[in-house]
């Protein structure tokens, strides 16, 4: 949902990366969000009535629903952008300081990289592959044989808790010498063995795998305070859009529902883990 702004960076394995977003962007993707929920909760409205209804007035019903989702996605949005400078600052580290960390501790496998048959010809190496891709660690197995992706596995799982985010390049096993992939399955069973000990989560792609961490729960104290910054705004967006998508026959239980459904979802925000903004 985060595609409407330009300076924010996509990635199929990632998908947004919120590190990249400012508060101007955020005001943005909430209108977009906003105008494109109006614009479907007008339609429905319009045509739930059996089109018998005012268009005005469906397209005050659609405004409500849509400046609701304006509120909470700001609201959220502000919130997470708030967490990701705190932990900025209080780490210090910037992103070629922690590529410079991962290559140093991959280091020995660029000698063993160097010892393959082919590394005359297509050599590991750290500096051209292990690299930033458009914002996210990545790791690239080509020309690493099944000893090496072995090894690079036990040090990246050794090492769990320097490491956030990565993606690991395993390619689609077209070029093996074999008629089927091997780094590939060799990768997803190894770490399929241990994300859930590690507290990963694992995100497969066509070509690659990557690791998300899944992040601290929060404490009471934090679920708190992020409960008491939502309810209002969103407790309050939502209730108004209910009342008016229920219409002048039911507005008191439109009202209703969109407070309960406020609460639940304010709940369920206050709980997101603190993931890795990278």
């Not at 394995?13 to 109006?38: C, K, P, Y």
């Not at 018998?52 to 997470?80: C, F, H, K, N």
């Not at 390049?169 to 070029?175: A, C, D, I, Q, Y």
Request: hydrophobic share 45%; charged share 20%; glycine share 10%.
């Amino acid at each position: 949902m985060l595609w409407a702004c330009r300076s924010v960076k996509w990635t199929p394995e990632t998908g947004v990366n919120m590190a990249e977003v400012n508060f101007r962007d955020l005001i943005s993707i909430s209108l977009v969000l906003g105008i494109m929920v109006a614009t479907m909760g007008a339609f429905v409205s319009f045509f739930a009535s059996g089109m018998g209804e005012d268009p005005a007035q469906s397209l005050r019903t659609g405004g409500l629903i849509g400046g609701g989702m304006t509120v909470i996605v700001l609201v959220y949005g502000s919130w997470r952008l708030f967490e990701i400078k705190q932990d900025r600052r209080k780490s210090g580290v910037t992103r070629e300081e922690e590529l410079a960390k991962l290559r140093e501790l991959l280091r020995p496998l660029e000698a063993h990289g160097a010892s393959v048959p082919w590394a005359q010809d297509k050599a590991w190496r750290l500096d051209t592959h292990v690299r930033l891709d458009r914002g996210t660690m990545t790791i690239d197995l080509h020309e690493m044989d099944a000893e090496g992706s072995r090894k690079m596995l036990d040090l990246i799982i050794q090492n769990r808790e320097q490491i956030g985010r990565l993606r690991i390049v395993t390619g689609r096993g077209k070029h093996s010498s074999s008629s089927r992939p091997v780094l590939r399955p060799l990768v997803q069973q190894r770490l399929n063995q241990v994300a859930h000990q590690l507290d990963w989560q694992l995100i497969p792609k066509a070509g690659s795998i990557t690791l998300r961490p899944m992040g601290e729960r929060p404490s009471l104290r934090l679920w708190m305070l992020r409960f008491l910054v939502f309810i209002g705004p969103i407790t309050i967006a939502l209730a108004l859009a209910f009342q008016d998508l229920a219409g002048s026959g039911a507005r008191e239980q439109g009202l209703a529902f969109g407070t309960a459904a406020g609460v639940i979802l304010t709940a369920l925000l206050a709980s997101y883990r603190k993931r890795s903004v990278y």
